[in-house]
Nanobody
Framework: QVQLVESGGGLVQAGGSLRLSCAAS????????MGWFRQAPGKEREFVAA????????LLADSVKGRFTISRDNAKNTVYLQMNSLKPEDTAVYYC????????????????WGQGTQVTVSS
């Protein structure tokens, strides 16, 4: 059974930074795509970032390009989302997820999900 546990969320002022972590167990991440998604109240879950197992293929949503970076430490079975220059519209529950195959941003393509971590950006 794969388990993904996110951490690092919290309350931050606009312009601040947070780093989210996603620790995996039950699956060695080194051969899998890892993604980050977010869901704000009343909105659909949306893609944020994804990376291939080597980190050589990275996909970022347009809304976070230049501000967020995704990285992974396969030895630690952990993926990170560094979020800089945060905006109030980044407020959401952030989820990590894993899949096999191509690096894409379609939530339905990911087969395991974490429980999420809340990120709140105040203006």
């Amino acid at each position: 059974q794969v388990q993904l546990v996110e951490s690092g969320g919290g309350l931050v002022q606009a312009g601040g930074s947070l780093r989210l972590s996603c620790a995996a167990s039950g699956r060695t991440l080194s051969r899998y795509v890892m993604g980050w998604f977010r869901q704000a109240p009343g909105k659909e879950r949306e893609f944020v970032a994804a990376a291939s197992w080597s980190g050589g293929s990275i996909l970022l949503a347009d809304s976070v390009k230049g501000r967020f970076t995704i990285s992974r430490d396969n030895a630690k079975n952990t993926v990170y989302l560094q979020m800089n220059s945060l905006k109030p519209e980044d407020t959401a529950v952030y989820y990590c997820a894993t899949k096999v195959g191509l690096v894409i941003g379609t939530p339905g393509a990911y087969d395991y999900w974490g429980q999420g971590t809340q990120v709140t950006v105040s203006s």
